[in-house]
């Protein structure tokens, strides 16, 4: 008996001996930085891009290698050079989808070639900058990348302007991040501009990647197992981002000058977001939505939330997506929101015979939404709307700050975050003094929200 057990021993010793799976990189790009790492991360580590373990060895001939010990099964991975803004991109610089390999068991090696790092030849216009690789979202206990584009007189007029936020930022901007094309907002929008338009700030935030239907579903789908946090990652837009944007820029920070827009899942969470914060967002660009992925509930969402505001929500879809179910899925939820007591003048959708769900579409259908959602309004009127008549003092303070010409308000609340995001104190405002002497010394954005629409943002120092 002690045989057999010390013989099925080593046999489980030898098999784990040979269940090795070898990645061996045997080309690299030329822009490779000398002498920095490259890691491997993938579901058989918890895809942590910087892991000090899975770093490839140099082979000294321009070759790398390491060798894992995956379960059996598919293996999911990507290279690095130690974060995800350094990951292995495609053969243009741009987003490369996960490297997938099913793994059966004993000792392989699996051949493969870096083409490039993500970010090399850049499409992004002048006027996009990164408003923070790293921006806190404290509803959900994470970080993203945030992109900001500016009009093109943004830095030689004092205009206030409307504001856009959008989903799966690495895809508006810039080929080199995108998944396969991108939709060309900036120089849609920079030609626009060219052609008379006001102008109109856009904010790109990220999806999270092996998150993304987590993030922009807003209930979990039980086939799937997946999403469930889009009220929260809305609920971060409308309480975190917008007021750290409309505290930092000059925005028109009402609701009849902020949109929210994005594609299949986008499109889903963005009809979600206009529904539920119609004091909000007035605008919405849904475009190929997966309502699919949350049938029933966005469909009874959006009939059983009572219409509080006038809005503007420009639907598309091509008539081969799905066979045709994204079609029917608009036109259902066109009569949904009719029968919820919205006018047919608030909605518009468009249907196209060569429609995909795609960027290349989603890129060419852009400009038209854009203009049918922000066009019509007084923005020369609006923009001469100035937030300088309040007065915030003394700024710095160490205990408390005084309001003057503080403008009526309707059940006044307020909300101060740290300039990453974080709460750091919330109350009603009582008065016009708020007292700030037990925050730590730094930099706060403070949010005064009327009915809980945010109507004043402002930066404010504690010392």
């Known amino acids: 008996m002690k045989t057999r057990l010390l013989l099925l021993l080593l046999l489980c010793a030898s098999a784990q001996i040979f269940a090795q799976l070898t990645l061996k990189v045997i080309a690299i790009p030329a822009s490779t930085p000398p002498g920095e790492s490259i890691h491997v991360a993938g579901n058989f580590q918890g895809w942590n891009p910087a892991d000090p373990a899975y770093i490839l060895t140099d082979n000294g001939d321009g070759t790398f290698q390491i060798t894992i010990n995956p379960p059996v099964g598919l293996v999911k991975y990507k290279f690095t050079r130690g974060s995800w803004e350094t990951v292995e991109g495609n053969a243009s610089g741009g987003f490369l989808p996960d490297r997938e390999y099913n793994y059966t068991g004993g000792a392989v090696t699996e051949e493969v070639e870096i083409l490039t790092w993500e970010g090399q030849n850049s499409t992004a216009a002048a006027n996009v900058h990164l408003l923070d690789d790293n921006f806190y979202i404290p509803q959900l206990d994470r970080y993203r990348r945030i992109w900001i584009y500016q009009p093109p007189d943004y830095d030689s007029s004092n205009k206030n302007y409307p504001v856009l936020y959008m989903h799966d930022g690495q895809n508006l901007f810039d080929a080199a991040t995108s998944f396969s094309g991108e939709w060309e907002v900036d120089e849609a929008l920079n030609q626009l501009f060219v052609q008379g338009d006001y102008g109109c700030i856009v904010l790109g935030i990220d999806n999270g990647g092996a998150l993304r239907i987590d993030e922009l579903a807003p209930w979990v789908n039980p086939d799937y197992n997946e999403g469930g946090e889009g009220g929260a990652y809305v609920d971060f837009i409308v309480e975190t981002l917008k007021p750290y944007v409309d505290a930092n820029y000059r925005t028109l920070p009402g609701s009849d000058f902020t949109g929210i827009m994005g594609s299949s899942l986008g499109g889903l969470v963005s009809q979600y977001g206009i529904i539920e914060h119609q004091d909000v967002f007035s605008k919405a660009g849904i475009f190929s939505p997966a309502y699919w992925f949350n049938d029933p509930e966005i469909f009874d969402h959006s009939a059983n939330t009572p219409k509080t505001a006038a809005l503007k929500i420009y639907s598309l879809a091509g008539y081969p997506e799905g066979n045709g179910s994204v079609v029917d899925d608009v036109n259902h939820m066109e009569s949904v929101m009719l029968n919820n ?28 939404a854009y203009e049918w959602l922000f066009g019509g309004l007084d923005l020369s009127a609006a923009s001469q709307t100035s937030r300088g008549k309040l007065r915030l003092y003394p700024n710095p303070t160490d205990s408390v700050l005084f309001f003057e010409n503080l403008p009526p308000l309707r059940k006044p609340t307020y909300r101060i975050s740290a300039i990453d995001g974080r709460l750091a104190q919330k109350g009603k405002l009582e008065g016009t003094s708020i007292n700030v002497g037990k925050l730590p010394a730094g930099a706060y954005v403070l949010t005064v929200f009327s009915k809980r629409k945010p109507v004043i943002a402002e930066k404010i120092l504690v010392k």
Not at 341 to 368: C, I, N, T
């Open 341 to 368: 007591g919205f006018d047919s003048q608030e909605l518009m959708k468009v249907f196209h015979a060569d429609g995909e769900h795609s960027e290349w579409y989603w890129a060419r259908e852009f400009p038209a």
